[in-house]
């Protein structure tokens, strides 16, 4: 059964950092191109970051590029996120997700349970 599960979020105050991980089972991990996602109460479901096998490629939202970094490790089937310079509005649960790319868009198949983040002081 592939499980994809996240960890290391918590409460940081803002300016902050985090760094999130979702290690992945059950699955070809190299094959995929992994990202997170983010929901915050009240709002849609967003795209944060994706990475291509092989990491060649990395793409951000505009709202955290800068701030976080989305890395992988293949041997350990494992993604991360970094994410520094928090702020308020960052605040959600993050999901970590494994897909494709058809064309210029990416396609979510695999989820993790997710973890939240919360940024206040």
């Known amino acids: 059964q592939v499980q994809l599960v996240e960890s290391g979020g918590g409460l940081v105050q803002p300016g902050g950092s985090l760094r999130l991980s979702c290690v992945v089972s059950e699955l070809a991990f190299g094959n995929y191109v992994m990202s997170w996602y983010r929901q915050a109460p009240g709002k849609e479901r967003e795209l944060v970051a994706t990475?291509?096998?092989?990491?060649?490629?990395?793409n951000y939202a505009d709202s955290v590029k800068g701030r976080f970094t989305i890395s992988r490790d293949d041997a350990k089937n494992t993604e991360y996120l970094q994410m520094n310079s928090l702020k308020p509005e960052d605040t959600a649960v993050y999901y970590c997700?494994?897909?494709?790319?058809?064309?210029?868009?990416?396609?979510?198949?695999?989820w993790g349970q997710g973890t939240q983040v919360t940024v206040s002081s």
């Open positions: 997700n494994a897909g494709f790319h058809y064309g210029d868009t990416y396609v979510p198949i695999w």
């Open positions: 990475i291509t096998s092989n990491s060649t490629m990395t």
